[in-house]
Structures are given as C-alpha cells and as structure tokens.
C-alpha cells in the first residue's frame, strides 16, 4: 500500500493525485474502496497491483481481465507510453515523462474517471517534476522555474530553484507539504489535500 | 495575475472552490464542490449585465446530452452573479485538432459532427442560436460530446447604436452575415462547416496573417477545399456558402449529407471502417428537421450528462419587437426584397445598370437618352472589369500561387484518414490578442445601417476636430477627380469656368456637412432635429453658391437654365420668386441648397462606421433626391442631381472609414480611421 496520498488542486491545470510509495493498488470505486487508485468502473475492489522494481514499475493482475486471451496473474513489467487494459472497456495509459525520475502518470484512455476527480495520477517514485515542459509530470504553464516535489522523512516536499510561496511566506529553501498547504509561485497555485485511507 | 479565489474559497454560499479552470473576457471560472459533492463549475460574471443574465437564464431550463447544463445563477454577498453549470472533464475538440494537425480520423470525425450537430439542432429548434461555435467550446466527457463556452463575453452595448450585441468571438468560423448583423442559425452551420474542413485537413478554410484578412476571406474568397473528394467538397461548399440564404440551412441535414458523401464510393477514403463508421452513423441520422420529433415519435430520452458552460444567444433581438404579418407586408420589407433583388443580380450587370443610369440622368435629362444609357452601360461594364474583376483574378492568382507553393511532393507526406494531402503542418492556434479574437460585429437594427465600433465609440472632441481636419483635406482631392472626370465625361459642365463653380460648390457642401456629421459621430440624436439643422446649414450654402455664380459672371449660363415650372415655384412666385428669366433667383438656390441638405441623412454617409467606404447605392440615393428637389422647386435637373451625386461621393470618399477589420482595435492614434 502506499505510504500517503495527496491531492493537487491547481489553478488554470487541474487535479492531480499524487500517489508515494513502492505499492499502489487500482480497483473500483465502490461504497466499500479499498484501493489507493479508484476509478468508476465495473473493475474489483482490488482489480491490480502497480509496484515499483527498481527503477521499473510492474503491473500485476489481482483479477483476469478478459482484455486477452493467455492472459495470466504474472508481473508485466511496464514501458513508458503502454496501455494499461484493466478489463476490455477500461484503459489507463501509463507513461514516464523524465528520464531522470521512475514518477509514472496515469491517464484515463478510455471514457473513465478517477475517484475523487482528478485529471490524472502520479505514481510518485522519488521524485516528480511540476513545470512547463514535456518531461514535467504535471505541465503548468504558469510556472517560470520547475517545481521539485519528493518525498521524505515520510513526508511530501517540495524545491524549486528560484523563490516560492507556502502558504504566503517566500522562502528559497525547501519545504514540507502538509494537508491544506498553499503553494505559489507568479501565476502558479497550488492547493494540496492530503487522502486518508477512507477518502473516496 | 493570480486567479481572485483561492481554493477553499466559498464566495457562493454551498459551494466551495477546489482550483480556478480559466479565464476569459468575461469572468473566471472555477471548479467547485457543492456541500452535497456535486462537482461544478461556477463562472462569475464581470459585468452584471441585465441582458447577459436575461440570455443565460433562457437557457436555465434546457437539458439536451449534447449541451452543457446550467443549473443556477446565484448572487454572492457582494451582489455579483456566477452561473453554476455543468462540469466537464474532458477534452476539447481544439485539444483532439492539437493532436491530430494533419487531420483528425473520419470516425472520430463523425463522432465529433454527430454531438454537435445534435446539440445545435436541439437549440435551433427551440429558436436559439450558438453564434459561437468553435472548437475550444466544444467538449468530450467521455464519449459524450458537449457543446459549451468559456472563454466568450458577449454583452449589449448601450450607445447609440444600442440593441447591437457586441460579443467576443473566433473570427476563423464567423459567417459572413455576421458583418451585416446576421445571426440566424446559418451561422452555427457555417462555422460547423469551417469545422468539418479543420478536422477533415487539419488547415483553417479562411487563414490569414490579420484579423482583416480573415475577415475579408469570409466575405469574399472561396474556400480552397481542392485535397477533398468531390462529393464532399459539394458538401462543405453547401455549408460555407456566403449567401446564407443559400447555404445548407439545417445542421442535421449537413451532417446526413457529410456521412453520405464519405460513404460514397467516390470518396476515396482511405479507411473502410471510416465509411462503415459513416454507414452507420448515416442510418441512425433523423429525417429533414428532425422528422421523429415533427412526427411527435419519442426522441431517444437524454442521456445523464456533466459539466461546462455555455452562452447561447437568440436568434431574435431582445430589444426587438416580434415580427408580425403587418411587419412583413411593410414598405421596409419591399425595400429589403429590392435590396435582394439587387444583390442576387449579377455583379458585372449591376455595373453596367449603375452606369447606365448614372450617365443617363448625369448626361441629359432624366431617363430619357437611349444612347446614353448604351454608353454608360459600357462604361459600367469597363469599370467593372478593370476595377473588380481583374483585381479578383488577381488576387485569386495570387493565393493559387501561394497554396501551390506549398503544396507537398506527391507520396512525401503522411496520409491523413481522408484524401486529403496535408498541405503543411497546422500552425499552433494561439487565441488572437484581444480584437483579432473577437470578431464580434455589431447587429444593426436595419440592415443599411453603419457598423458600429466593436468597442463603444469614446470620441474625444479633439479625436473629432481631427478627423474632421483629415476629412476636409481629403475632399479636394476627392472634388478634382469628380469634377475632372464629369468635365471630361459629360456635357453637364462643358467650360472649365462651370467646372470650377460646380468644383467649389461641392467642396463647400462637402465642407459643410462635414462639421455636424463629426460632431455627431458616435452619439445619439433626433434625426428631425438633424435634419432640420442641416436644412439651415443648406439655405446659407444656397446663398454662398448664388454669390459665387455671380462672381463668376454664370448667372446667364446654360447649366442653370431650367424650363420647368415647379410646383413649389407656382405657390411662391407671387411672393417669393424662386425662378427669373429660367433661372433660380437667390432664393431658389437656397431653397434648393436646403432642401437637398434637409432631406438626406448626410452624417450617416461621412460616418467613420459606415458599412463601406463608398456606398453607390447611397450616391444613387442622393442623385434621386437632387433631381426630385430639382423638379420640385423648380432647379435645374441635370445640374442639381449631378452636384448632390457630387457631393454625395465626395463625402464618402473623404470622410474617415473605419474598414470591418479594424474595428475594436481602438480609434486611438487613428481616430480618421482609413483616409
């Protein structure tokens, strides 16, 4: 299971769930949700496992999909830009936009959504970038200068190398993102919500 | 500029703000959860608008799946309204043309026309109209297309020139009507037109480096749709027509005639499942009109939908009355069927009329000279082809050039899901600065009247003495060509002493008219009024004039010998002799001078707002009027509807004019617009 899960609330971007940890799991959204990823979907409560191996995230089915004939409980090991076929109608594309990080984005391929709302899912390694590149995990084009979000000390942080906002005090160094965190930066703002267990 | 709220925010009692999603001219908008978890959009509107509220409100109560809801509009503490409405998640269709610049697949091309067509037909039934369809406001939630708006401010000005919306629109799919005040559903089926071709090739039907050269390609240059195949560019020729009466008048009739012309053999698509695609989107399509719902058979019930916003407008004026059957049969709609009539004639045989007429009345007497008539008809015809249609063909060879020099090699180029070649990669479509993305037009309340200024006209009185300066300067160039070309042309003026006089004269007519109509520019006023101040104005010309032909020793000459008697010389003759010797007397010429200054709405031809610069049909117009007032005085006809066509031109052609393109740009550093 992940260690913690974080909402990104982005003004003029999106929602982002931020998901840290080795263990993710993706199932339905039912009343009764165990999985850290939920979509509303006909998927199981606990439909898939994604782990991180290394500097690979692998895939492993809890349930059979039917997506493919032979198709097996084993580990697939997954490539930037792969589709991921949790059952024959549901997809969720898989990619890894830096190569300086394993921090994976999911995205809805087919007409699915995540619960709660979210534009996308980072599976956050050690590392993801915030910024108006191709290779930032979230695009925002309202940031001058990258924003660094990692975790540590079992905690969520965040660095940039030019001055930022949190929560209204400029500061250069880095600093830590608790629930209700604002961060700021010229046109970029961001709101962080940390997930418990029993949010949808 | 950060966003106003910052999430958490709950301006609007039961909702709380999560992030801001965009924003546009008119507001921002805001993704929010109600206290319930209902995911929504707010938007809060800038200006509390009675009409933006009035028109967003009609809307309040519509529920179509292929239109974004709108569930309320609230006022918060601080009295400003937002509208809740619908939240969409997806994609926009501009996102989907992003990623496809060569043009999108034909089943996803289907997909698309078929939400939108099904959306617009349900508005267009219940007598709204889109006007601003493109692809930024249309959505996919899902599989699920939705027709929205953010991004859009549209707004009634209340100027002068009121009961015109003035809105902010994509001049890339304006129909051409647009500029005349048009909005009708043809509209949404032109710029759904616009869209087929962007999807179909990835390329903009009508491009252009400005605003202005857009514009002028809507309203005058056809559509290079030469990649496609010929059934499908009969379809999308049908839907991109400029006379929107002849355009293709029912969105689900385009798009019933889209699917059968892709599934034609004809087609050459290179992809079967896109014509098994069309197939069966072809058999799922309703009759003309939605003939189920004519029918009164059930519509497929409305499918559960979610977000977004949209601000549909009606087809009709707010500030209008309803046209009624006594309305219809009015002298007005007489008019307007003559002003069609007009317009569907061929252009080269307007020319040749307008010269005709011009040279009959100009060169003789009125209506009488056969030969005349030949002769100006050829010289009409001579005009119109030096001037018009060899500037046609070459503008027309100029962007054939231009297209072919960057047509690709054949077998170079990755092939798109249609026939058509990519001609180069799809620019990026970065929305236009300010008045290049609107192009919003104003809607006259008569279709003669000037086009307004897409902002409100804020002249300052030195922006008026300016212009008036420029004006002025700019009529005596305008008086040595009309006067050298009726000296050369016609007997009316046959010595250079009469072309002088009749020069000067209409330099001070001009002149003269010329100070009220800048100074009434761009603000409200009673047209009695007006007119009766211009009547003064003319009677102290009529003098000056009678002064001057006496100075040059014209009092005898030919040009002012009349042999009519005049129905208001006969009344007056015994009082106030208008007519001596059959010629006007002082009093004559101020009564003419007077008459003819009080009877035209001469401000409206020098208004910089004007729909074109030189209108021929206003010089027409004002010929008429110098020759009714002539016969009525009596003056002598020639003469005096000669000099009223004189000054009419005159004043056009020198008096500022703000071109279509430009308008909305500001006046500042221009205020004269294009001398």
């Known amino acids: 299971m992940v260690s913690f899960r974080y909402m990104l609330w982005i003004d003029g971007v999106g929602a982002w769930q931020v998901c840290c940890g080795t263990t993710v799991v993706v199932g339905s959204a039912a009343p009764d949700a165990v999985a850290d990823i939920r979509l509303q979907a006909p998927l199981s409560r606990r439909h898939a496992v994604l782990e991180l191996s290394g500097e690979n995230w692998l895939l492993r089915p809890l349930q059979v999909s039917g997506a493919a004939p032979g198709e097996s409980r084993a580990a697939t090991t997954l490539a930037s830009e792969s589709l991921i076929p949790l059952s024959s109608r549901v997809l969720l594309r898989f990619r890894i936009p830096s190569v300086l990080s394993s921090s994976a984005v999911l995205t809805p391929h087919s007409p699915h959504r995540f619960v709660p709302h979210a534009d996308g899912v980072v599976l956050l390694a050690d590392r993801m970038l915030l910024g108006p590149g191709s290779d930032s995990h979230i695009r925002c ?3 001058a200068d990258r924003l660094v979000l990692y975790t540590s000390n079992n905690g969520l942080w965040c660095r940039s190398t030019s001055e930022f906002l949190v929560n209204g005090r400029a500061t250069t160094d880095a600093a830590e993102i608790e629930h209700g965190t604002m961060v700021s930066a010229g046109e970029f703002r961001m709101r962080a919500e940390q997930l418990s267990g029993n949010d949808p | 500029m950060k966003f106003t709220f910052a999430p958490e925010s709950r301006p609007l009692e039961g909702y709380t703000i999560k992030r801001a999603i965009h924003r546009g001219g008119f507001g921002e908008v805001y993704f929010a959860i109600s206290d319930a978890g209902r995911e929504v959009a707010v938007k809060l509107l800038n200006n509390n608008l009675e009409v933006e509220l009035r028109g967003v409100r009609q809307c309040l109560n519509l529920n179509h799946p292929n239109l974004v809801t709108i569930f309320d509009i609230r006022q918060d503490a601080d009295r400003d309204y937002w509208i809740v409405m619908e939240y969409v998640g997806g994609t926009s269709l501009l996102d989907v043309l992003h990623r496809h610049p060569s043009g999108m697949p034909l089943p996803e091309i289907l997909r698309w026309l078929s939400g939108m067509a099904q959306g617009l037909a349900f508005l267009h039934d219940r007598g709204l109209v889109h006007r601003d369809l493109k692809p930024a406001n249309v959505l996919s939630d899902g599989e699920q297309v939705k027709i929205g708006d953010v991004g859009l401010s549209k707004y009634i000005s209340e100027s002068r020139r009121s009961a015109q919306t003035q809105s902010v629109g994509t001049v890339y799919y ?13 509209v949404d089926v032109y710029a759904l037109g616009v869209m087929l071709v962007e999807m179909l090739t990835g390329q903009m039907p009508f491009d252009g480096e400005t605003t202005a050269e857009i514009l002028m390609k809507h309203l005058t240059a056809d559509p290079d749709l030469s990649m496609l195949a010929p059934a499908v560019q009969d379809v999308l020729r049908g839907a991109l027509e400029k006379d929107p009466d002849k355009r293709i008048q029912d969105v689900l009739e385009l798009q019933r005639r889209f699917c059968a012309a892709v599934e034609a053999p004809g087609s050459a698509l290179p992809l079967d499942t896109g014509r098994a695609a069309a197939a069966a989107f072809a058999e799922t399509l309703p009759g003309p009109a939605d003939s189920r719902q004519a029918a009164g058979q059930p519509v497929p019930p409305a499918e559960p939908g979610r977000p977004f916003v949209y601000d549909f407008k009606y087809d009709w004026d707010f500030n209008q009355p309803l046209p009624t059957a006594a309305a219809a049969a009015s002298p007005q709609s007489f008019w307007k069927s003559l002003q069609q009539f007009w317009r569907r004639l061929p252009e080269p045989v307007r020319w040749v009329l307008m010269g005709a007429v011009l040279l009959s009345v100009v060169s003789s007497e009125v209506f009488v000279g056969s030969e005349e008539a030949v002769a100006g008809g050829l010289l009409g015809f001579a005009a119109w082809y030096l001037f018009v249609d060899q500037k046609a063909k070459k503008k027309k ?5 231009a297209g072919s020099a960057v047509q690709p090699s054949s077998g170079t180029q990755p092939t798109p899901a249609t026939t058509v070649a990519p001609v180069q990669p799809a620019q990026p479509r ?22 307004p200024p897409l902002a409100s006209p804020q002249l300052s009185l030195r922006d008026r003495l300016r212009d008036m300066n420029l004006s002025a300067a700019a009529a005596l160039p305008a008086v040595l060509v009309v006067t050298a070309s009726l000296f050369f042309l016609t007997d009316v003026i046959p010595e250079a002493s009469q072309a002088v006089f009749f020069g000067l004269t209409t330099l001070i007519c001009v002149w003269v008219l010329l100070i009220p109509a800048k100074l009434w520019e761009g603000v409200g006023g009673e047209g009695l009024l007006r007119r009766s101040l211009q009547f003064a104005a003319g009677i102290l010309v009529g003098l000056l004039v009678w002064c001057l032909q006496d100075f040059l020793l014209l009092g005898q000459a030919d040009i002012f010998r009349t042999d009519g008697s005049g129905v208001i010389a006969a009344r007056l003759q015994s009082s106030v002799p208008l007519l001596e010797n059959e010629v006007p007397t002082p009093a004559g010429f101020m009564a003419f001078f007077g008459l003819l200054f009080g009877v035209r709405k001469w401000w409206s031809q020098a208004d910089r707002w004007r729909s074109s610069r030189l209108r021929i049909s206003s010089a027409m117009v004002s010929l008429l009027a110098g020759a009714a007032v002539s016969w009525l005085l009596p003056f002598p006809v020639a003469l005096g509807s000669t000099l009223a066509l004189s000054v009419s031109m005159v004043l056009q052609l020198s ?19 294009v001398l």
């Open chain 2, 397 to 401: 060879r100029s962007e054939s050039a």
């Open chain 2, 655 to 673: 008096a500022g004019w703000l071109p279509l393109g430009l308008r909305g740009m500001g006046t500042r550093g221009n205020p004269a617009g």
């Open chain 2, 174 to 186: 304006m129909a051409p009507e647009v500029c005349r005040g048009r909005y009708g559903r043809e």
């Open chain 2, 430 to 451: 970065q929305p236009l600065p300010g008045p290049g993305r609107a192009a919003d037009l104003p809607q006259p309340s008569r279709a003669r009247q000037v086009h």
């Open chain 1, 141 to 143: 084009r309202g940031i």
